[in-house]
């Protein structure tokens, strides 16, 4: 797989708009659309009309007269049944922001209410989230961010002779353990997400 598509990949989610009436009759009349960056909230809008979900779902002529749509499945990141097609469009602006659509994911599931996508809680999320392959990457991160917040970083560099007194004494895992008591940590398709949780 090639760099640009495995990107591509990355920022894009599936919804899957449903018929409410057909569903109520005892039929599935649905199809799969993908989103990415670059979708626009007029595509979402005809992608989550009754006209366009019976014209993609092919079998299911639209004979049921019905007009309310609704989200019967998702892919990457958690949507609701009635989200409407601004708070998609409004995931869809926040992919830019992210690495990829995981750090979109869990900021979703921790923090699912729609306001919360233009607040402060977002801007301080996307700001402080980093992703890593493994555990052992995920304490490494959090012993260096702490080893900040102490002091002990500068104290290594700027006083070589005092850091070679301390540096026997300090409790790397005590260190690791109140971190994450402050920060975020969630596994998502096989990577870890962490951010500032006091944000």
Known sequence: MGVKEKEEVQKSFGICPTCLACYNMGYLTFYWYQ????????????????????KKAGSMPNLCDGEEVFISDYEHIKVEEYDQPELIFNLVKKLSDVEDVGALAVFRNNYFYSADLDSDTWENFHC????????????????NV??????????????????????MYIDEEKIISRMKDSYQVEEYMNKYYVWNGDN
């Open 35 to 54: 989103v990415n960056e670059k979708t626009t909230l007029k595509e979402i809008e005809k992608a989550m009309s009754i006209e366009e979900i019976h």
């Open 128 to 143: 402080s989230v980093v992703s890593f392959d493994y555990m052992q990457e995920v304490e490494t991160h959090l012993l």
């Open 146 to 167: 702490g080893m900040e917040i102490l002091g002990f970083n500068i104290i290594e560099v700027q006083s070589p002779e005092i850091w070679e007194r301390i540096e």
